[in-house]
């Protein structure tokens, strides 16, 4: 993303021999067409190259990153050096090189030098600690940070040689200032007037170092208000890291530390305060409405590949509160590794990797009720290690849309149908949709996973240590011969899913599961409802938690 050797100009530029006509802000970066991720990272540098024989080469370009560059010692003790003071040197670079001379006609040896005509909202820097040399660089400075820190403060800075806050300012000739700033302080009036910005750490990424697997990236990102007050109705902001499927709080001085031993700073991000003021950031699909529609409501002759589902009718277009009853199947692309030590314990060194291979989404009322609307199966490049049919109901071939009798789709469309239900505030219903859901990388924020979805307080804790123990019976109660209670009924009265798995069943049970929770609780409330929980508990119990032969009844 980031070079100083000639790039295509953009429109304007004059090309070498002659002096660039850099568009303006509203121009270069404000069009309609412009990304958001455009309009948020780019920074326009100008580079010049002046050639041997009097002709400057002057290019613009558009830059997304920048890359940090460190003094070398030259073997001599690393001086104390400032934050922003490297940061300036690294955005406005000098470095000599070869370039081409188009008057020469031939490669000439050069200063390049870049700098910066508009800052970015979001500035990305990439701190390039790729060696022994800059570890110790970084090390070397946090060591002095810390020193000064202890004669000024109490707080730990051990670490820490990054600021919280920079400010940011480009002069009336071009010239580009950063220095540090004290977190939380304000600017004055006359320095906003020049034109200076304050810019805010906002998120780090170290690289956690392990000899045995690789090490790992996290994150730590600063989360705004705006997600709390939905959460907690209180306006506060909050770091957290971001470690796979782990998220959890942290102390800002554990986002801005770095021990290089074990944790190497990798991508640091600074964000214009107050930036957010010019951008809708609200969570919406970004893609062509349009297109989903026509996907969800074909209308066109099926084929034999679409004979597993209906597309939905425009009268059925989803609102708020529709109940879809959801069901994912999984494929595994890699094995789990895994060491087994003397004492019979065993350690993960590498998880096994799964990719979502079907989803299946059934009506969840009308006179369709139960019949599915999208049944997708994903196609992978990935070589697939274990198909997990008798989990799944996946078999080889399936995922080929050259061979498959399937509907085979992109995990890119299937996903967008999801974000447009989700988007039209539908709840799903089905079973482990948090792990699925997960999995798929999608956030919902109404979901039933089957009955135990409790709104009584008192009797939530209750609730919820049953389904834990009820769970894996019910559902087994569920896939086989309709087992008899001591009432004579059985739950639902089915009889599903003998030999292989199939989604569009599992997806219509955990509808008519939790309609005969919504039946139980209307009949005679939490009361009745732990009634028949009870008996199904015990039949368990007299079957030793073991599946029934099918000529019981």
Request: aromatic residues 10%; contains cysteine.
């Amino acid at each position: 993303m980031e070079s100083l050797h000639p790039l295509p100009a953009l429109p304007g530029d004059t090309g070498a021999g002659g002096s660039t006509g850099l568009q303006d802000d509203q121009d270069s970066l404000g069009s309609p067409g412009d990304s958001v991720i455009r309009e948020l990272f780019c920074s326009e540098v100008e580079n010049r190259s002046p050639c041997l024989c009097g002709i400057e080469t002057v290019y613009s370009s558009l830059v997304l990153l920048f890359n940090m560059h460190y003094p070398d010692s030259q073997g001599e003790r690393i001086k104390e050096h400032d934050f922003a003071e490297i940061l300036k040197k690294s955005i406005c670079l000098q470095q000599r090189s070869h370039t081409w001379c188009g008057n020469c006609d031939k490669y000439q040896p050069t200063v390049q030098t870049r700098n910066i005509r508009r800052l970015p909202d979001v500035l990305v820097i990439n701190c390039e600690v790729n060696s022994s040399k800059e570890a110790e660089f970084w090390k070397v400075q946090a060591e002095y940070t810390f020193n000064k820190s202890m004669q000024k403060t109490d707080q730990d800075q051990r670490h820490v040689w990054i600021p919280a806050t920079l400010k940011m300012s480009l002069s009336k000739s071009q010239r580009l200032e950063i220095s540090s700033w004290p977190e939380g302080e304000e600017l004055s009036a006359a320095e906003q007037a020049e034109g200076a910005s304050l810019y805010d750490l906002v998120a780090t990424v170290p690289h956690i170092l392990d000899a045995g697997a690789g090490g790992n990236m996290v994150a730590h990102i600063k989360v705004g208000e705006t997600y709390h007050q939905r959460k907690e109705g209180v306006s506060r902001q909050q770091w957290y890291l971001f470690n796979d499927f782990l998220i959890e709080p942290i102390e800002q001085t554990e986002a801005a530390q770095f021990d290089v031993s074990w944790k190497v700073p990798a991508i640091l991000c600074y964000a214009k305060r107050n930036y957010h003021t010019k951008y809708d950031l609200r969570s919406e699909c970004q893609h062509n409405q349009s297109e989903v529609k026509s996907d969800l409501y074909r209308t066109e002759k099926h084929s034999k590949t679409d004979a597993t589902f209906i597309p939905l009718t425009v009268s059925e277009m989803p609102q708020a509160g529709d109940l879809v009853g959801l069901d994912a199947e999984f494929v595994k692309l890699s094995e789990e590794e895994a060491v087994l030590h003397s004492d019979g314990t065993k350690s993960t060194i590498t998880p096994s990797q799964m990719s979502v291979a079907r989803i299946t989404c059934v009506r969840g009322q009308g006179p369709n009720e139960g019949v599915p609307f999208i049944d997708d199966y994903i196609s992978t490049q990935e070589q697939v290690v274990d198909y997990l049919t008798k989990y799944s109901g996946i078999e080889p071939g399936d995922l080929d849309a050259t061979v498959s009798s399937k509907h085979v789709t992109t995990l890119k469309s299937t996903y967008l149908k999801l974000r447009f239900l989700i988007n039209a505030g539908v709840r799903f219903v089905g079973h482990g949709l948090q792990n699925d859901f997960r999995v798929i990388n999608l956030v919902v924020r109404y979901f039933i996973c089957y009955i135990f979805q409790i709104s009584s307080y008192s009797l939530e804790m209750f609730f919820y240590r049953c389904a834990l123990i009820l769970m894996f019976f019910i559902f087994c109660f569920l896939r086989f011969p309709k087992i008899k209670l001591s009432t004579r009924n059985s739950l639902l009265g089915l009889n599903i899913q003998g030999e292989t798995h199939d989604s569009t069943e599992d997806s219509c049970t955990a509808l008519k599961l939790y309609r005969k929770y919504l039946e139980l609780y209307q009949e005679g409330g939490n009361h009745y409802v732990m009634k028949v929980l009870y008996e199904v508990y015990d039949k368990g119990f007299q079957l030793n938690w073991k599946v029934p032969d099918s000529d019981m009844r």
